[in-house]
C-alpha cells in the first residue's frame, strides 16, 4: 500500500506457505525455475467491499482464478470463521499484513496462534514509521532477527513490507538497505513493484541486490494512471519475472491494485494480464 496513513487507519479500524528453514539456496533456486510461482490477492485491493462481504470477496477471488489472499486485517472475524471461509473457497492465507506491534513483546506468541489457525506461515509487517537514523534502523534489524528467531520453530517466517519512505538516504544508505542489509535471510523482503518505483529506486535493481530474500512480492502497477494494470505501466514486468522465478527463491506473487473505479474489475484484469504474462 502507498498511504501510511490509510494503512495504519485501516489496520485499527478492521482489527487486529513457506518452504523448510533447512533447505539451501540451490534446490529453491532449481524449484523456483520449474514451475509457476501461484498468484495470491492482497485483499487491501478490495479493503470496502470486503468490510461490508468477506464471504462474498472470498468467493469472487476464488472464482476469478486466485490461489491464495494476504488479509489486512480480518473484519472482526476470528481465526476460526477466517479459516472456514478459506477453506470453502478453495484459498489459502498467503500472508497477514500484521501491526508491528502485534510481532513484538507478549502480542507475537497471540500473532502465531491466530496465524497457525488460518494456515499462515509469512508475517508481514506492513508499515514502520519514517526513521531519522541509522541506529533507529539498524535496531529494527536487531528486532527482526530476533523475531525471526521466535517464529522459525513454529515455521513462521517475519517480513517487512515497502512504502516510498524506505528508500530514501541516510547519510548515503536507504532505509531499505539499513534494515535488509543487516536482517538474516530468514526475514522476508516484501519488495511492492510500486511503492518503489515511487521512492525513486528501480525494483530490479533492489531485487538482485538481496537474492533469496523476497519469498513473497506485491506485484503493483506503477505508472499509466488508476485504472492500469500488470503490463500497461511502467514496471519492467519481464526482468521482475526472471529474478523472482530463479534467484528470488519467491514463493507467491501477490497482486495488489489500491485505485481504480471498480476494484473488483481492476483484480480480474490483474490476473488476465498475468496470464498474458504466462504466469497463471
Same mark, same amino acid.
Given at each position: 500500500? /502507498? ?5 495504519? *487507519? ?5 482489527? =487486529? ?9 540451490? !534446490? ?9 510461482? !501461484? =498468484? ?12 461490508? %462481504? @468477506? ?6 477471488? /476464488? $472464482?476469478?482464478?486466485? $490461489? ?12 476460526? *470463521? ?18 508491528? *506491534?502485534?510481532?513484538?513483546? %507478549?502480542?507475537? $506468541?497471540?500473532?502465531?496462534?491466530? #496465524? ?7 508475517? &508481514? ?14 535496531? +529494527?534489524?536487531? @528486532?527482526? #532477527?530476533? &523475531?525471526?528467531?521466535? =517464529?522459525?520453530? %513454529? ?30 535471510? *530468514? ?18 535493481? =533492489? @531485487?538482485?541486490?538481496?537474492?533469496? +530474500?523476497? +519469498?513473497?512480492?506485491?506485484? $503493483?502497477?506503477f505508472g499509466g494512471g488508476p485504472d492500469a494494470v500488470i503490463g500497461e505501466d511502467k514496471v519492467d514486468w519481464k526482468s521482475v519475472f526472471a529474478f523472482c522465478e530463479g534467484k528470488g527463491m519467491t514463493q507467491w506473487y501477490v497482486v495488489e491494485h489500491e485505485s481504480g473505479k471498480d476494484p473488483l474489475d481492476c483484480v480480474k484484469r490483474s490476473f488476465e494480464a498475468l496470464k498474458k504474462f504466462g504466469k497463471v
Open positions: 500500500m /502507498s498511504s501510511s496513513v490509510t494503512r495504519r *487507519e485501516f489496520l485499527g479500524a478492521v482489527g =487486529v506457505a513457506g518452504a523448510a528453514l533447512g533447505l539451501g539456496v540451490a !534446490p529453491l533456486a532449481q524449484a523456483a525455475a520449474t514451475r509457476k510461482i !501461484p =498468484v495470491g490477492l492482497q485483499l487491501y485491493s478490495l479493503r470496502e467491499q470486503c468490510k461490508t %462481504d @468477506l464471504p462474498g470477496m472470498l468467493a469472487a477471488v /476464488s $472464482k476469478i482464478g486466485y $490461489k491464495g489472499v494476504e488479509f489486512a486485517g480480518y473484519h472482526g472475524r476470528s481465526a476460526q *470463521e477466517l479459516r472456514k471461509l478459506l477453506d470453502d473457497n478453495g484459498l489459502v492465507a498467503c500472508g497477514t499484513h500484521t501491526p508491528y *506491534e502485534s510481532v513484538q513483546g %507478549d502480542k507475537l $506468541k497471540e500473532t502465531v496462534e491466530f #496465524n497457525r489457525t488460518i494456515g499462515n506461515k509469512f508475517l &508481514i509487517v506492513p508499515w514502520m514509521n519514517e526513521a531519522k537514523s541509522k541506529q533507529e534502523w539498524l535496531d +529494527r534489524a536487531k @528486532l527482526f #532477527n530476533d &523475531i525471526a528467531d521466535k =517464529v522459525k520453530p %513454529d515455521g513462521m517466517w517475519v517480513g517487512y513490507h515497502a512504502h516510498q519512505h524506505d528508500f530514501k538516504l541516510i547519510d548515503g544508505v536507504s532505509a531499505w538497505d539499513l534494515f535488509f542489509g543487516n536482517t538474516k535471510r *530468514e526475514v522476508i523482503m516484501q519488495l511492492d513493484t510500486s511503492n518503489c518505483c515511487e521512492g525513486g529506486a528501480d525494483p530490479v535493481a =533492489v @531485487l538482485k541486490k538481496y537474492p533469496g +530474500r523476497a +519469498r513473497s512480492i506485491h506485484l $503493483k502497477a
